[in-house]
């Protein structure tokens, strides 16, 4: 079966200007071309179901193709490092040519009458997904002196008092005050 992605362009090509409206729902990598990422990385699945809504323009030169992309992701939360899962909803507005001129580097290329829309998911997804994603708003992370999830526990540990800030507090109480510049 072909895939949904490889829409057929030469009629909208011949016929400037029509649109085309591209409304499906298809793994996000069939092909397994992207390798996993890093365990604490986030990432989208090979077989997560991506929901693709694009309207494709024809104009003297190439096609606009405009729409919205959308797709399930699943990261680790910086903060307590559980699993997150969200999804990626992102707006897109790019060009298709037949061949590249001066201007179109960042256009995608339509090949043997055909627009496919796999590269510019792709690219729209990977550039959408958080970085540093978090469980919730507030999450509380863990406790960095015994791994206690404090979303879940409380701890009784406190930071160990630093010994140049000891000194400083010292300064203070005589009245003296730190040279802020040596602070680090
Ligand atoms: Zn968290
Ligand atoms: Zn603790």
Same mark, same amino acid.
């Given at each position: 079966?072909?895939?949904?992605?490889?829409?057929?362009?030469?009629?909208?090509?011949?016929?400037?200007?029509?649109?085309?409206?591209?409304?499906?729902?298809?793994?996000?990598?069939?092909?397994?071309?992207?390798?996993?990422?890093?365990?604490?990385?986030?990432?989208?699945?090979?077989?997560?179901?991506?929901?693709?809504?694009?309207? @494709?323009?024809? /104009?003297? $030169?190439?096609? #606009?193709?405009?729409? !919205?992309?959308?797709?399930?992701?699943?990261?680790?939360? =910086?903060?307590?490092?559980?699993?997150?899962?969200?999804?990626?909803?992102?707006?897109?507005?790019?060009?298709?040519?037949?061949?590249?001129?001066?201007?179109?580097?960042?256009?995608?290329?339509?090949?043997?009458?055909?627009?496919?829309?796999?590269?510019?998911?792709?690219?729209?997804?990977?550039?959408?997904?958080?970085?540093?994603?978090?469980?919730?708003?507030?999450?509380?992370? @863990?406790?960095? /002196?015994? $791994?206690?999830? #404090?979303?879940?526990? !409380?701890?009784?540990?406190?930071?160990?008092?630093?010994? =140049?800030?000891?000194?400083?507090?010292?300064?203070?109480?005589?009245?003296?005050?730190?040279?802020?510049?040596?602070?680090?």
């Amino acid at each position: 079966m072909a895939s949904p992605y490889l829409v057929p362009v030469a009629q909208l090509l011949r016929d400037i200007p029509s649109t085309y409206e591209c409304d499906f729902s298809a793994p996000f990598d069939e092909e397994h071309e992207f390798p996993p990422r890093g365990i604490a990385e986030t990432d989208v699945a090979p077989d997560a179901p991506v929901k693709v809504h694009i309207v @494709l323009q024809s /104009y003297s $030169g190439g096609l #606009r193709a405009k729409g !919205t992309v959308e797709a399930p992701w699943h990261g680790v939360c =910086r903060r307590c490092s559980n699993p997150v899962l969200g999804v990626s909803k992102v707006s897109v507005d790019e060009r298709f040519v037949d061949t590249r001129g001066p201007g179109d580097d960042d256009a995608y290329l339509i090949e043997d009458d055909f627009a496919d829309l796999a590269p510019l998911v792709h690219d729209a997804i990977f550039l959408d997904l958080p970085l540093a994603p978090l469980c919730r708003e507030d999450c509380q992370g @863990l406790c960095p /002196y015994c $791994g206690i999830d #404090r979303n879940e526990a !409380t701890c009784d540990c406190q930071a160990p008092i630093d010994s =140049r800030w000891a000194t400083l507090d010292g300064l203070r109480f005589m009245g003296v005050e730190p040279d802020e510049s040596k602070e680090v």
